[in-house]
Nanobody, 124 residues
Framework: QVQLVESGGGLVQAGGSLRLSCAAS????????MGWFRQAPGKEREFVAA????????YYADSVKGRFTISKDSAKNTAYLQMNSLKPEDTAVYYC?????????????????WGKGTLVTVSS
């Protein structure tokens, strides 16, 4: 069983930056693709970014492309989401997720492992 714990959320002004972390335990982290999702108040959970187990292949939602960067450190069993040029519309609870298949993260389909989320609030 895999456990995921997100951290790094908080309150930031528009234009600022945050780095989210996702610490994994319980299984071999390096063999999984990982992704980040977010859910704003009153909206459905949406895909943000995903990376293959090697980190060599990545996908980003159009809304964050060029501003967010996903990365992972398999030696530390930790994944990251660097968020720059934040906008008020980025305000949401951000969730980390793992899957054996990168495309399932991209498509938000059949993902077995989820964290409990960390809140990011961007003020205008």
């Amino acid at each position: 069983q895999v456990q995921l714990v997100e951290s790094g959320g908080g309150l930031v002004q528009a234009g600022g930056s945050l780095r989210l972390s996702c610490a994994a335990s319980g299984r071999t982290f390096g063999s999984y693709a990982m992704g980040w999702f977010r859910q704003a108040p009153g909206k459905e959970r949406e895909f943000v970014a995903a990376a293959s187990w090697s980190g060599g292949n990545t996908y980003y939602a159009d809304s964050v492309k060029g501003r967010f960067t996903i990365s992972k450190d398999s030696a530390k069993n930790t994944a990251y989401l660097q968020m720059n040029s934040l906008k008020p519309e980025d305000t949401a609870v951000y969730y980390c997720a793992l899957s054996s298949y990168l495309e399932r993260l991209r498509d938000n389909s059949g993902i077995p492992y989820w964290g409990k989320g960390t809140l990011v609030t961007v003020s205008s």
